[in-house]
T-cell receptor, first 111, second 112 residues
Framework: GENVEQHPSTLSVQEGDSAVIKCTYS??????FPWYKQELGKRPQLIID?????GEKKDQRIAVTLNKTAKHFSLHITETQPEDSAVYFC??????????FGAGTRLFVKA | EAGVAQSPRYKIIEKRQSVAFWCNPI?????LYWYQQILGQGPKLLIQ????????DSQLPKDRFSAERLKGVDSTLKIQPAKLEDSAVYLC??????????FGSGTRLTVV
């Protein structure tokens, strides 16, 4: 079946450093790629998304890149802060249906 | 704008019992989703509604799970009978256009 692989499963960085999380997807019909942040015991919250007609999108310290040919997309967080510590999920959606989530990356930002 | 409302927040039941969860999406959102999130894993889609019609329930264990969205607004998800492996957080989400949806706070189900 279709799937989304996410790496790494755990990431530890020093405050101020950058963090990169990578995802690959298998469904070539996927055209929408959101990223969610989930703090402990809380709901996932959308932090940024990208559509297949765009290669890169940036919002302050967060950016997402998409390589449709290779079927992978990445989340980049610059100047990390302790409050960035959370679990991050990527997802891929094909035509508004069948959104598949990655397994998540637990990010630790050390002060 | 009000968020996605879910109840109850927590539920503990014994295996083989029945349980129901309720979701009220953001007003005007046509698409409603139920996800199951097992501890340490990503959310898994159980069912997706567009208004009051089902558009994807391929991963819903239909022998024990059922869901409905009457009148295209509120939705209920039922498990009957529950198994130990159903212990998870059940998240409801809604979207105006099938993208970038908003999650509710979820219902944490423990089956003992």
């Amino acid at each position: 079946g279709e799937n989304v692989e996410q790496h790494p499963s755990t990431l530890s960085v020093q405050e101020g450093d950058s963090a990169v999380i990578k995802c690959t997807y298998s469904d070539s019909a996927s055209n929408y790629f959101p990223w969610y942040k989930q703090e402990l015991g809380k709901r996932p919250q959308l932090i940024i998304d990208i559509r297949s007609n765009v290669g890169e999108k940036k919002d302050q310290r967060i950016a997402v890149t998409l390589n449709k040919t290779a079927k992978h997309f990445s989340l980049h967080i610059t100047e990390t802060q302790p409050e960035d510590s959370a679990v991050y999920f990527c997802a891929a959606t094909a035509g508004g249906f069948k959104t598949i989530f990655g397994a998540g990356t637990r990010l630790f930002v050390k002060a | 704008e009000a968020g996605v409302a879910q109840s109850p927040r927590y539920k503990i039941i014994e295996k083989r019992q029945s349980v129901a969860f309720w979701c009220n999406p953001i007003s005007g959102h046509a698409t409603l989703y139920w996800y199951q999130q097992i501890l340490g894993q990503g959310p898994k889609l159980l069912i997706q509604f567009q208004n009051n019609g089902v558009v994807d329930d391929s991963q819903l264990p239909k022998d024990r799970f059922s869901a409905e969205r009457l009148k295209g607004v509120d939705s209920t998800l039922k498990i009957q009978p529950a198994k130990l492996e159903d212990s998870a957080v059940y998240l409801c989400a809604s979207s105006p256009n099938r993208d970038g949806y908003t999650f509710g706070s979820g219902t944490r189900l423990t089956v003992v």
